[in-house]
């Protein structure tokens, strides 16, 4: 009679492997997906969202955001980072995504103030972009913050006051722009955990303002 270790036994109820995470943001599958062109993919790599990612996945949510229409949002983002084509993402199991959209979140999800959180104001803030972010043939490395006056506020309340989590996160953008004197293209390419930063710190002063947290939050 053979002998049954331990782990043996253990294998009839462990869950089943689909997938290996080999390095940070990346995740190989251990079976390809094989796309209708021919194409195989195995892979999939990710890193940190820009704002234009964020943005671009916060409009697929839409007016009314709904169970699926986040979830639709989530593989947006999978998507637009990676590279890979949406028939592929289609095909990845599950948890795979779910593994993939918690890497990608959480960039923003721990560089937001906690809701419950006191704003920190002080007169000023800068934050140093590394590495520096290109645009508008200009380079970007310091960005200096202030409070906003009652003008910009103003416009960041029409914005916000549209209603979608696309509109608040636009608010946000034109916000950050107007104040530190950067062109759209460049606040738009800024790592999302800075940005989420200067966000905060700007709305931070609206004591008590609405605000979203990450959009893959919404519901």
């Not at 969202?49 to 986040?70: D, M, R, Y």
């Not at 310091?142 to 103003?154: F, I, K, N, Y």
């Amino acid at each position: 009679m053979t002998t049954l270790s331990d782990s043996d036994v253990l294998s009839a109820v462990a869950e089943p492997e689909v997938g290996e995470r080999s390095a940070e943001g990346q995740f190989t599958l251990d079976t390809p997906i094989t796309t209708r062109d021919g194409r195989e993919w195995k892979t999939i790599s990710l890193r940190e969202p820009c704002v234009f990612h964020c943005l671009q996945a916060a409009k697929v949510i839409g007016k009314k955001p709904s169970l699926e229409s986040v979830y639709d949002s989530q593989i947006d983002m999978v998507i637009r980072i990676s590279g890979w084509p949406k028939a592929a993402v289609d095909q990845l199991g599950s948890t795979i995504l779910d593994s993939a959209v918690a890497y990608v979140s959480a960039f923003e999800d721990d560089a937001r103030r906690a809701p419950a959180a006191d704003p920190d104001c002080p007169p000023s803030l800068v934050l140093v972009l590394s590495p520096a972010i290109e645009a508008v043939n200009t380079t970007f490395t310091d960005m200096t913050l202030r409070e906003p006056v009652v003008a910009e506020r103003r416009r960041f309340k029409a914005t916000e006051g549209r209603g979608s989590v696309a509109d608040f996160l636009q608010a946000e953008i034109d916000l950050v722009g107007e104040v530190s004197g950067w062109p759209l293209a460049a606040v738009l390419k800024m790592p999302i955990s800075r940005f989420a930063q200067a966000a905060d710190y700007l709305t931070g002063f609206f004591t008590n303002g609405r605000r979203t947290g990450n959009l893959f939050q919404q519901t």
